[in-house]
């Protein structure tokens, strides 16, 4: 039976002592909540979400973005349109839109996103984000293209709710296409 002969030069290493792997954890740690914190824009949570993705503070009528996660989803509630009715000679008009959620609560820190459908009838403002009653109020201002045919009844509106930081296609994201009455 043949032995592996003893190297004189091989060293052993030693595994590094508890206090390093402690200061490790700990810079982990806080490194992981730093980007939780980047990642929901500051909005911190009063609710972590549960299993089905709610706020498990059920008592809340307004959750922060943060308190939201898949498979719970933004939702478009409402949409208003402040400025009163739309028509021909609309040179600016604003509009409020509430974002709730499918857990039955508003949405505070949401990214809304609304734009005309065709493009270039108005101006795309800039996006805004819920506040405490889980509304935005955006202003457009008319272009070009407006209206976009004589025959023109409605005023269609893309809108998004997301989380900011969060990809618009994926997590709790929602989409809808909603129509403003136009009156001649």
Same mark, same amino acid.
């Given at each position: 039976? +043949? ?15 508890? $206090? ?6 700990? $810079?982990?740690?806080? !490194?992981? =909540? ?32 943060? @308190? ?6 933004? /939702? ?5 349109? %402040?400025?009163?009715?739309? *028509?021909? /000679?609309? #040179? ?13 609560? *508003? ?5 809304? &996103?609304?734009?005309?459908?065709? &493009? *270039? #009838? ?5 996006? +805004? !984000?819920?506040?405490? @009653? ?8 008319? @272009?070009?293209?407006?209206? =976009?045919?004589?025959? #023109? #009844? /409605? $005023? ?9 930081? +969060?990809?618009? %296609? ?10 403003? @009455?136009?009156?001649?």
């Amino acid at each position: 039976m +043949e032995r592996f002969p003893r190297h004189p030069k091989v060293r052993h290493v030693l595994a590094p002592a508890p $206090l390093a792997i402690a200061f490790v954890t700990v $810079l982990a740690l806080a !490194l992981v =909540a730093a980007a939780a914190m980047a990642a929901t824009n500051g909005t911190r949570g009063t609710a972590a979400p549960g299993p089905n993705g709610c706020p498990t503070n059920k008592s809340l009528k307004t959750a922060p973005i943060a @308190d939201l996660a898949p498979p719970a989803r933004t /939702q478009i509630a409402a949409f208003d349109v %402040l400025s009163g009715p739309i *028509n021909k /000679q609309t #040179q600016t008009f604003t509009l409020k839109v509430r974002v709730g959620s499918t857990c039955s609560v *508003n949405i505070k820190g949401a990214s809304v &996103y609304v734009t005309a459908v065709p &493009y *270039n #009838q108005f101006s795309i403002p800039a996006e +805004e !984000l819920t506040g405490d @009653d889980g509304t935005a109020t955006l202003v457009f201002r008319r @272009d070009a293209n407006f209206p =976009a045919s004589s025959k #023109q #009844q /409605q $005023l269609t509106l893309f809108i998004r709710a997301t989380k900011p930081g +969060e990809d618009p %296609l994926a997590g709790v994201s929602t989409r809808r296409l909603v129509a403003v @009455d136009f009156s001649g």
